[in-house]
């Protein structure tokens, strides 16, 4: 079994109007060293194998299929 880490953030240059949300709570929360915020998403994902080469072209086929819009977003895979 492969625990994988999938983890999703937006391209530069495409607006993120949760994260410039999160920045003014955040300030309005006293944190006032916080300069510039950008959301992103994590995904935790065991693999029923032991074939890390097979696991990472299934994850990655996974990212561009379903849990990445690659139009925006990039991703990066991290495997144990």
Sequence with gaps: MINARVTV???NGVLDPQGKAIEGALG??????????????????????ADKTKAEA???AMCEKLLANTVIENYTIALD
């Design 9 to 11: 953030t937006l391209k």
């Design 28 to 49: 309005a929360l006293g944190f006032d060293s916080i300069g510039h915020v950008r959301q992103g998403k994590v995904f935790d994902l065991q693999i029923d194998t």
């Design 58 to 60: 299934d994850l990655k």
